[in-house]
T-cell receptor, first 116, second 112 residues
Framework: GAVVSQHPSRVICKSGTSVKIECRSLDFQATTMFWYRQFPKQSLMLMATSNEGSKATYEQGVEKDKFLINHASLTLSTLTVTSAHPEDSSFYIC????????????FGPGTRLLVL | SQQGEEDPQALSIQEGENATMNCSYKTSINNLQWYRQNSGRGLVHLILIRSNEREKHSGRLRVTLDTSKKSSSLLITASRAADTASYFCATVIKAAGNKLTFGGGTRVLVKP
């Protein structure tokens, strides 16, 4: 399956700062990537679908101006958490694949964000 | 919102025993997938079962799907300590494109 990396693996920042998380598809040309958020001991919640060369599609309740997504190439999508607050502290996971209905998704290792 | 609910939320068994977890969902699906997540890590795909399939096997894993009851089960046979992880079901609904909607997950602890 596809290999997906994320950087950084963990980040601690002060409230009010912005944090950028990178998701790279290392061996797969990903026209679509997905961003999820996972709170402790909870399930993954889809935040947005990142589309190469076009605007991301956000799930209901996810602020597009708060969570900026850029998918400028077939191998890289970035998620920027702007003006981060403690409630944004979470585990952020990206995935790729899922190009058609029966395709599995390949997940990155996740980025743990702690906002102080 | 979550499409799937998983049961039990947590499961503790001895090595060598079988582990069974269930997933229920609300709307018609194209397929249902099971993923595994080790603590603090990403997800690993285990198995995909299509809506017209009733059972699939992969190694020590057995997945069933009952579309009339809108439920699926994952059985891990002869469990090992290394099977300790959280297991999630995820559904793909044709009307929603290829997005995965995850269940709440089952945390499995296999004691050596």
């Amino acid at each position: 399956g596809a290999v997906v990396s994320q950087h950084p693996s963990r980040v601690i920042c002060k409230s009010g700062t912005s944090v950028k998380i990178e998701c790279r598809s290392l061996d797969f040309q990903a026209t679509t990537m997905f961003w999820y958020r996972q709170f402790p001991k909870q399930s993954l919640m889809l935040m947005a679908t990142s589309n190469e060369g076009s605007k991301a599609t956000y799930e209901q309740g996810v602020e597009k101006d708060k969570f900026l997504i850029n998918h400028a190439s077939l191998t890289l999508s970035t998620l920027t958490v702007t003006s981060a607050h403690p409630e944004d502290s979470s585990f952020y996971i990206c995935s790729t694949g899922g190009g058609h209905l029966e395709e599995t998704q390949y997940f990155g290792p996740g980025t743990r964000l702690l906002v102080l | 919102s979550q499409q799937g609910e998983e049961d039990p939320q947590a499961l503790s068994i001895q090595e060598g025993e079988n582990a069974t977890m269930n997933c229920s969902y609300k709307t018609s699906i194209n397929n249902l997938q099971w993923y595994r997540q080790n603590s603090g890590r990403g997800l690993v795909h285990l198995i995909l079962i299509r809506s017209n399939e009733r059972e699939k096997h992969s190694g020590r894993l057995r997945v069933t799907l009952d579309t009339s009851k809108k439920s699926s089960s994952l059985l891990i046979t002869a469990s090992r300590a290394a099977d300790t992880a959280s297991y999630f079901c995820a559904t793909v609904i044709k009307a929603a494109g290829n997005k995965l909607t995850f269940g709440g997950g089952t945390r499995v602890l296999v004691k050596p």
